[in-house]
């Protein structure tokens, strides 16, 4: 996958899921639900969501089964993004809200507020570009900067509702 070669890597993988499914008992369900996340990640950089959500709710019925909340979340994160990619904002809100709770559960407290603020936007009808700050590393909206003190040289950058294919970046960074 990270040669850009998804069609390949679904043939692979896709061949994989089938041996696994045919074996029955935990190392075959551990296996077949990251086989199914990869791809389901494959299908959603070839812009197929429909075929991502329905990989990737597989790859979360399988955590869920498992009881891997690492897993759950891998996954919940991949189903915002798929939502949000396919136009689906109600459906993105609803995953979003429920990974916030998972992630606060966990104590990644930095990454619940990050989605909590996603998932805002995101109810709220977010714009397909938006301009943030960032400053030292952080990333602000600019509706809620943080005070002077913070110091530190701010650059502004366009942020896009979704995520960027990895083959459009591949092509931007050739040129």
Known sequence: ????????????LTALSHSLE??????AEDQLSVVYGCLG?????????????????????????????????TQLGNLFQIFRYGGEPAAAATVGT????????????????????RVRRVSAGEPPCRV???VYGLTYELDNLPGPAVGGQPTFEFVRNRPTLARTSAAVEQG
């Open 22 to 27: 045919a074996h029955q008992g935990p190392p």
């Open 1 to 12: 996958m990270r040669q850009l070669e998804f069609e390949s890597a679904i043939e692979v």
């Open 41 to 73: 990640e494959c299908h959603y950089q070839l812009a197929d969501a429909a075929s991502a959500r329905d990989l990737t709710l597989r790859a979360l019925a399988l955590c869920e089964q498992r009881r891997d909340s690492e897993g759950v979340i």
């Open 98 to 117: 429920r990974l916030v709770g998972l992630l606060e559960a966990a104590g990644r407290h930095t990454e619940s507020t990050s989605l909590q603020d």
């Open 132 to 134: 943030v700050v960032r």
